[in-house]
C-alpha cells in the first residue's frame, strides 16, 4: 500500500514522498532524509522517531488576536461532531502516510470536539479511538504519545489541576483519564504533560505551595492509574516558562527535575524539551537538552523554533541545519530518547494556505534533521572535536585535579596547590574555533 485515503482523497496531486538525494530538485522528495540510511549504527528512521502534530496540521486553520483562521480545513464542513472528526482523521492518515513518517500525537479533543455530558464525550471519544486503531493497523503508524487538552476549555482559566476550585479539579482528572484511556487503547508509547493552564497570572491571589502539591498528586494518580492499566511507557512533563499563564510551574528543565525529585516521580517521568520554549525561557534548545540529559531524563523533543523578532511561541517548522546540528550533537552524546521521537509542534504560517503547504513544512523540517544528523555523526566520530573538548579538562584526568575528583581534597589542599604551583598560564576557550568546526561539517 502507497499511502491511506478515506472516501475522499483531500491532497490531491501528491503522492508518496519519497528520497532522491542530494541531486534532487523535486519538491516533493526528500534530499537528506532517507529512512533506511543507517548513521552511527541506526537507520535514520529509528534515530528520530518523527511525528506528525495533530492539532497543527489539521485542527488548525491559522487563528491568531487578531482573526480567524484562513485556511480551508476541507475536513471540517460536515454537520455531525463525529463525521467531522472522521473525516480528519482521513486527511491525517492520508497526510501521514503519504510522508511517510512512523508516528503521530494528539490532544484528546484533537480527535473530537467534547460532547454535552462526560458520558457523551467519552462514547464520541471512544469512536474515534476505534477507528484510529484500524487506520493505525492499516497504516503502520504508531501514537508517539497522548496527551489532554487542559487549557483550551473556560472552566480551565484558573488551571486544571492546580485550580483553586475542586470541581475543576476533578472535571480535570475525567479529562486527563479519558485522555490515558485513548493513549493506551491505541498502544501509545508515552503520555505527555504539558501543564497548558498550570501556573498563576498574580502571586497576590494564589497559594502556589498548595497548587503545585495539587498537581504533583494529579501526575501521581495519572501514573497509577495508568499502570493499573498495564501502561508501561514514559510519562513525560514539558517544561515553558509563560504562555498561556504569566508563570508556569514547569519554567524549564531545571525546574521540571527539581519538582520530579521533589515529588519522587522520576521512575516514571522524563522531559520532553521543546525548543521554542527553551527560546522562550531565555535558553537555547541545546542547554535544556544538556539539562535533561545529566541528569538522565531526556525523554523526547518537540521540534520547531521560534522568531528572533517576535517574543512569543511562533511554533515555526525547525529550518536551521547549523542551530538543529548543535541540537543534535547533545542528543547522539545521550545516547538519543528515551521512550520519545521528534514530534513536529509547529504550524504552519497564518498565510501558508494551499494544502501542499503542509508537506513544504515536513519535507523541509526532516531534512533539516537529517543533515544535522549526519553532520553531528561527523563531528563526534570523525572530527576533532570531541579530543579538542576533553583536552580543556585533561587536568583532571591524572594528579591532584583527579584527587578533587575522587572528593579526597580538602580546601586547604587546594590553598596548598595554589600556593605551590603558582599562576596557571592562561589556555583559550577557543570558542571560534569550536564554531568554524562545527560548519565545516554543515555541509
Ligand atoms: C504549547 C505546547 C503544546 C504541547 C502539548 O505550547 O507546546 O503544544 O506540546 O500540549
Ligand atoms: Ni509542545
Ligand atoms: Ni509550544
Known amino acids: 500500500m502507497e499511502y491511506l485515503t478515506g472516501d475522499q482523497e483531500y491532497f490531491k496531486g501528491i503522492g508518496k514522498i519519497r528520497y532522491e538525494g542530494p541531486e534532487s530538485d523535486n519538491p516533493y522528495a526528500f534530499k537528506f532524509y532517507d529512512e533506511n540510511r543507517k548513521v552511527a549504527g541506526k537507520t535514520m528512521k529509528e534515530h528520530f522517531r518523527f511525528a506528525v502534530a ?12 487578531f482573526g480567524a483562521g484562513p485556511r480551508p480545513l476541507p475536513w471540517e464542513q460536515a454537520k455531525d461532531p463525529v463525521e467531522r472528526a472522521r473525516n480528519k482523521m482521513d486527511a491525517a492518515f492520508e497526510f501521514m502516510s503519504k510522508l511517510g513518517v512512523p508516528f503521530f500525537c494528539f490532544h484528546d479533543i484533537d480527535l473530537v470536539e467534547e460532547g454535552p455530558t462526560i458520558a457523551q464525550t467519552e462514547k464520541r471519544l471512544q469512536t474515534l479511538v476505534d477507528y484510529a486503531r484500524e487506520k493505525k493497523d492499516a497504516s503502520g503508524i504508531e501514537l508517539l504519545w497522548g496527551t489532554a487538552n487542559l487549557f483550551n476549555h473556560p472552566r480551565y482559566m484558573n488551571g486544571a489541576s492546580t485550580n483553586p476550585d475542586f470541581g475543576v479539579v476533578a472535571q480535570a482528572g475525567a479529562q486527563l483519564k479519558r485522555a490515558l484511556d485513548a493513549t493506551i487503547a491505541l498502544d501509545g508509547h508515552n503520555y505527555v504533560f504539558w501543564g497548558g493552564r498550570e501556573g498563576y497570572m498574580s502571586l497576590l491571589n494564589t497559594d502556589m505551595k498548595r497548587e503545585v502539591d495539587h498537581y ?11 499502570r493499573k492499566q498495564g501502561f508501561k511507557g514514559n510519562f513525560f512533563i514539558e517544561p515553558k516558562p509563560m504562555e498561556p499563564t504569566k508563570a508556569q510551574y514547569d519554567f524549564d528543565a531545571s525546574t521540571v527535575l527539581e519538582f520530579l525529585r521533589h515529588y519522587n516521580l522520576t521512575d516514571d517521568f522524563r522531559l520532553n524539551i521543546e525548543a521554542n520554549h527553551a527560546t522562550l525561557a531565555l535558553h537555547t534548545f541545546q542547554h535544556e537538552l544538556q539539562v535533561a540529559a545529566n541528569a538522565g531524563m531526556l525523554g523526547s523533543i518537540d521540534a520547531n523554533r521560534g522568531d528572533p523578532q517576535n517574543g512569543w511561541d511562533t511554533d515555526q517548522f525547525p529550518n536551521n541545519v547549523y542551530d538543529v546540528t548543535e541540537a543534535m550533537l547533545v542528543i547522539l552524546e545521550a545516547g538519543g530518547f528515551q521512550g520519545g521521537g521528534i514530534n513536529f509542534d509547529a504550524k504552519l504560517r497564518r498565510n501558508s494556505t494551499d494544502p501542499d503547504d503542509l508537506f513544504h513544512a515536513h519535507i523541509g523540517a526532516m531534512d533539516t534533521f537529517a543533515r544535522a544528523l549526519t553532520a553531528a555523526d561527523k563531528i563526534l566520530h570523525q572530527s576533532e572535536y570531541p579530543g579538542l573538548k576533553s583536552k580543556r579538562y585533561a587536568s583532571f584526568d591524572s594528579g591532584p585535579g583527579r584527587r578533587f575528583e575522587n572528593r579526597e581534597l580538602t580546601l586547604e589542599d587546594l590553598r596548598g596547590i595554589a600556593a605551590e604551583k603558582g599562576e596557571p598560564e592562561l589556555k583559550s576557550g577557543k570558542q571560534e574555533y569550536f564554531e568554524n568546526l562545527v560548519n565545516y561539517y554543515v555541509r
Open 216 to 226: 504533583a498528586r494529579m501526575l501521581e494518580m495519572a501514573r497509577d492509574y495508568a
Open 54 to 65: 495533530y492539532w497543527h496540521s489539521f485542527c488548525n486553520a491559522g487563528d491568531d488576536p
